[in-house]
């Protein structure tokens, strides 16, 4: 069997079926990128894990995970003005995160080379929010690829990278959840490993990379435009832009990404094919190239995810050029909503040209399955502690949620967290709902992986203007919403062993005086704890930590190490339901006579869940005794 690592760096020509994630962690070695950058976000993870499955001692490739993407992005840009090719990763938010070092790249000379790699996330998979991140490359002045296969993913990471090299500009890779997970055969190019540059070839003279007045900005400004605009002129021939001509004159569709895979299976078995413009390079806009197929079609309708984006471009380039194309977008909201599948292609397009898809064989119906909540692993210390928590605090009290694991107790039972915005938020907002506030309790949770990346601030913020509130640190040792990544409060990262930077010591040095530390499995501490905490003036932290269970037993399986008893149900059951309604395991479940079972496959028997059984009818299974007879 074919080792992921093993054939990623392979120097011959092959094919492979990858992910999208994947091929583009080939580009980077094809492409000589010697410096990669993340902070960890679905739909993008699984290239951390494409590079870590390569051999440290074989990996031409230096990547860290860093403590927010703002950061990531600085060590990107920092490495790409010393000289060497680097690619900075991560969600959609991620550059919300980023922005304020992302929109100066476009003024900077980018020596080296980089390529940002955005995984937009239509539908909300795995986000607050279905942010277009195209915007971002206008506001910028920076270009912007998007791929609709695993195969394009992979070769326009490689223009990208090389236009970048060549115009000393950031190029933006566009992924999309669907082309990030999608897999395909993709053809690989042969590979000659470079030996690794160590000399630095910083020069002030690149710059100014001090834009800090009106004589500095201006130009630098100026030259981003020029860049763009050279760029554009170049876009209008480019390759990475498909016309598929079906002599359709009547009817054209402009399209990118994602929705074009869609469109293509919707149009699979009409008759009638209206025309397709497959855009590639998606900012700047190809504009003669859009503008001679708007003048060849009567009616064109632009198919494209999330915003209006490249509907508004080209409804002003029709007006500028007097082109009298009918140009047809967005008709209702729902069009700007969601991903575009091939069954909401469908939709779309009946609502443009109902004819068109009249003598279509109508699509198989999908089975549709009952919804699969969200839920907290089986042994998760945040159940623990929010069944602790809950004991703890008045129906009146106010919670802040943040983003995490942890996010998962706003679900009912727990009902833990009122209001969310985003990563590290949740200290900020809690201090604004504390001020003038004397008759409710204000609780803000936080994880220990988001503590690093945006949490410290607001957490000092309370400090120095001594708000009121409790905080509570949730702490399972790991980065474990997007898959178990190292953070700066584990002791190791991807190289290695490293310094373990304690929560607690980072709070002792900012000067709070007010700590408590427990075992989230220690529920009645817990819950004692935060009663006390919430009689108390002034900004109060609780770290809760427990081991990321998940993590724990896929680790005690790699190493071949069994695992505890499963728990049982005694017959001092009395049909409360504690387990199943208060602390909704879901190792417990109903029988249809009301009865309560464990179920063998999810308990893990850490036996967290054993205090929570008011009559103690929870107990670990007693191994079996060896028949000797």
Not at 230 to 241: G, Y
Not at 267 to 282: C, R, S, Y
Not at 466 to 485: E, P, R, S, V, Y
């Amino acid at each position: 069997m074919k080792k992921l690592g093993d054939f990623l760096i392979s120097p011959h020509r092959s094919t492979e079926i990858v992910m999208g994630n994947t091929a583009i962690v080939r580009g980077m070695i094809e492409s000589g990128v010697r410096v990669v950058t993340s902070y960890p976000g679905s739909p993008t993870p699984e290239i951390a894990a494409a590079i870590t499955a390569i051999p440290k001692d074989k990996n031409p490739l230096y990547f860290e995970f860093s403590t927010n993407e703002k950061v990531a992005t600085e060590v990107a840009f920092g490495a790409s003005i010393n000289g060497h090719l680097s690619t900075v990763f991560f969600k959609s938010v991620g550059l919300n995160v980023a922005a304020d070092t992302f929109v100066q790249l476009g003024h900077m000379e980018v020596i080296g080379g980089m390529v940002i790699v955005i995984g937009d996330d239509p539908g909300a998979n795995s986000s607050q929010n279905e942010q277009d991140n195209r915007h971002y490359a206008r506001l910028a002045y920076v270009p912007m690829l998007e791929p609709s296969t695993p195969t394009e993913a992979y070769t326009m990471f490689k223009k990208a990278a090389q236009l970048s090299i060549e115009r000393y500009m950031p190029v933006i890779l566009r992924m999309t959840t669907h082309v990030c997970h999608a897999k395909e055969k993709v053809t690989f190019s042969s590979w000659t490993p470079l030996p690794l540059n160590h000399s630095s070839r910083f020069n002030v003279d690149n710059g100014p990379y001090i834009p800090l007045t009106t004589k500095l900005v201006l130009p630098l400004k100026r030259r981003a435009l020029e860049k763009l605009a050279q760029f554009a002129a170049d876009a209008d021939t480019s390759s990475l832009n498909t016309v598929i001509n079906n002599n359709n004159p009547l009817y054209g569709i402009v399209t990118m990404g994602a929705p074009f895979q869609s469109l293509q299976d919707v149009l699979e078995e009409t008759a009638l094919k209206p025309d397709i413009l497959k855009l590639g390079i998606i900012h700047p806009l190809p504009k003669q190239l859009v503008a001679d197929f708007l003048r060849q079609h009567k009616e064109v309708k632009i198919v494209e995810e999330l915003d209006d984006f490249i509907e508004q471009q080209v409804k002003a380039l029709a007006y500028d050029m007097d082109i009298s194309t009918k140009i047809i977008g967005k008709q209702d909201y729902e069009d700007w909503l969601n991903e575009y599948t091939p069954e909401k292609v469908s939709t779309i397009l009946q609502k443009t040209w109902p004819h068109l898809l009249a003598n279509k064989k109508p699509r198989i119906p999908l089975l549709h399955w009952s919804p699969r909540p969200a839920q907290l692993c089986p042994g998760c210390g945040h159940r623990s502690a929010f069944h602790a928590i809950k004991q703890a605090l008045d129906p009146n009290d106010i919670t802040v949620a943040d983003i995490g694991c942890h996010t998962l107790g706003i679900m009912e039972p727990y009902n833990m967290g009122q209001v969310l915005l985003c990563m590290g938020h949740s200290s900020g907002t809690a201090a604004g709902l504390s001020l003038f506030n004397n008759s409710r309790k204000v609780v803000a949770f936080l994880g220990d992986s988001t503590f690093f990346h945006a949490g410290l601030p607001g957490i000092i913020n309370a400090v120095f203007n001594h708000h009121n509130f409790t905080l509570i640190l949730l702490d399972n040792g790991t980065t474990a919403m997007t898959g178990h990544q190292s953070h700066p409060g584990v002791g190791y990262n991807v190289n290695g062993p490293t310094e373990k930077i304690t929560i607690r010591h980072v709070l002792d040095g900012i000067g709070i005086t007010n700590i408590r530390e427990i075992d989230a499995y220690a529920q009645a501490q817990l819950t004692e704890a935060v009663k006390a905490a919430l009689t108390e003036k002034g900004f109060k932290v609780i770290i809760a930590k427990h081991p990321c269970m998940l993590k724990a037993m896929r680790e005690r399986n790699a190493a071949g190490k069994p695992l505890p008893p499963s728990v049982e149900i005694t017959t001092d059951c009395n049909q409360n339901y504690t387990c199943v309604s208060a602390f909704a395991c879901p190792t417990f479940q109903h029988n249809d006579d009301g009865s309560i079972i464990v179920h063998k496959d999810l308990c893990i028997g850490d036996g967290s869940c054993k205090q929570t059984c008011p009559t103690k009818a929870i107990l670990h299974k007693r191994p079996k005794k060896e028949d000797n007879s």
